[in-house]
């Protein structure tokens, strides 16, 4: 192996240029593209803003509409075609997939993001992982840690809490970088309970590496490091983009100086050197399980269709008053809005990709209804009374009006967040305009963040959520529209009523470059369904074209089955979701939290029994006492719902907790009280120094969170439990440990 001067190795540490790494004596430059709904290869220049044009390729879905599928295979085909186009145009490391949770449906840049719950963002981040690696191509897992907004989002500190960092923000990371083991991790741009993601070696190297075994190199998201320095130091491989000339220099500053060690830096040259190695000889992804099949490669017609098949099932069918969808081909349709001509298919800033092609919902309808097409509205806003009353006219006659509305394209990008909800007034003006005078109106909703549907929801039959739903989204919209395609997505974020309902209202964006996550664990449909607030459409919730019942439930500690019938007259798909529902805990935990979900196709009539696996994550959750995950004993619900709200079918499983906790003089009474060894020994005590039975209750409740000693200083308490030492050694007696912890519950 080549010796590299202490030159080399810092400029291997530094990008090269905006996508490359530098080239050292036996270790080449690789190149690097954003996804991650298609490449964004720029060879000869860089921005990261989406400014600057880019090499066309197949333009996907985003996120927030692959995700809508729920679909494990079909995101993991399209991540294949994604590392095939990587491989073709010379790229060797995709930047995608974020995994980051849509906390607020404000987020500005929610749909590059997959969901508000952190087993589907995990789940269906694995699925692109494993895609584009099973093609030799690398990914690249962000924005880690907790970058939930673009306001201030390279200054601004996430204070989070460890349970919740825990349990909501970290386990998708975990999930993908535990199994698939992408190849690269990117460090977001925000600072994490004051610590700026790129200098932070809690979250770089104590839990990344250390903890869950990340052997890739870490690089930061383009601009993310201020102290060279220390972003290395705190685990750090690669400081994008390049070249940094004070980077370099300091780095090099710091060897001399010896504030830098050099063990340090060759720690990630190694890890460049093999992540450069990986990435030249096609050996990414073999090491993770299960390795991918060699499924055929696709030519730029079959990419093509690929986004077309992936749009279709990325649309979620809201609602279908009077069963309006499918409409009849043939039949005359007022088709109004000006995205049914001018798609907005997918979002600003660094994820836009240069399509290959764009086809658009007006052209496709025309093929297969008798279509009068009518803008509708302006995409600048400038309100048009003229569009409005054209398309009146034209929805008055038809057999149904399709209106297309949604977000114009300012108003949502990276870089900065939304203050609203709403759809522009002109478009919901239209809305019940339209609406008035057609009852069969359908309306076509795009946008990358979620709307509300308020006021005009009720006024319509049919509400189809289309996102953004990258270059063959037109097609696709008719193909569910006509019933070509079933409509088989489902929400992947909750649509609440009003934007004051959201469970980080009075928490987003924060002040002052601070933002408090004070919901804690519970965001999305975790806050909703715990605290009782309706929304206008529950987490996981999307029609099809037919039925499905659930039946025969089987449940135990570690696995669970249901059987799922199409009790319709069509064909079509559901997704079988399973939420768990927490033993009485010490805690406060949501009331149900999804840990398993299955799509399933069905013909008419058909039925399958869907199998889940359960491991102890599913009942746990994180301890800050101990550090660690915890199941208490208890008994757990095992649910089997539509969506987070309609819950079908429930089971009861018992799950034994741990020993109980050592016991000291520090414990409370509480935690006396609950412990099978001094419990019944203490409550026999305290009943007999309170005297008469009908105070008793109180004196429990009156001295539950107080700590023994502060107990036994009070006069005549002491001498009455003088007994208690000895009491304390018992219950802590390894062997009686462990036998009481089988005996609670
Ligand atoms: C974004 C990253 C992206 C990078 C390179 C940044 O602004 O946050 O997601 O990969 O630019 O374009």
Redesign the pocket.
Known sequence: MTRLTRQQKTSLVVGDSYWTTAAVPGIPSIT?S??PHGL?YQPNH?????LGGSEPATCYPPAVGLASSWNRSLIERVAQAIGEEAVEQGVNLV??P?VNIKRSPLCG?NF?YISEDPFVSGELGAAWVRGVQSRGVGA?L??FAA?NQETA?MTVSAEVDDRTLREIYLPAFERIVKREKPETV?C??NRINGVAAAENHWLLTDLLRDEWGFEGVVLS???AVDGAVAALAAGLDLE??GPQKDSRSALLAALDSGDLDEDVLDLSVERMRRLVRRLRSGTVGVDALPVSDSSPHLDVVERHGLAREAAAESIVLLRNEGSVLPLTPGSSVAVIGEFARTPRFQGA???QVTPTRVDAALPAFEEIADVTFAPGYRLDEHVDQQLLHEAVDAARSADAAVLFVGLPPMEES??FDRDHLNLPADQIALIKAVAAVNPRTVVVLTNGGVVTLEPWHDSVASIVEAWLLGQAGGPAVADVVFGVVAPSGRLTESIPFRLQDTPSYLNFPGENNVVRYGEGVFVGYRYYETVDVPVRYPFGHGLGYTTFEFSDLVASGSSASVRVTNTGSRSGSHVVQLYVGPAASPVSRPVRELRGFEKVMLEPGASMVVTFELDDRAFAYWDTLTDGWLVHGGSYAIEIGHNAHDIALTATVHKRGPAPRKLTLESSVTDLLEHPVTGPVLSFAMRRAGGADELGANVFDMVATVPIRRLMRFPGVGEQMRMLPLLLAVANNPVIRTIAGWFRR
């Open positions: 690097m954003d996804g964004r860089g921005d990261n803003l989406g930047l995608g974020g840049r590059e690249s962000k924005h970058n989002r990117m977001s741009y998201d383009w601009g994008m983009p800033g660094s994820s990276e870089g």
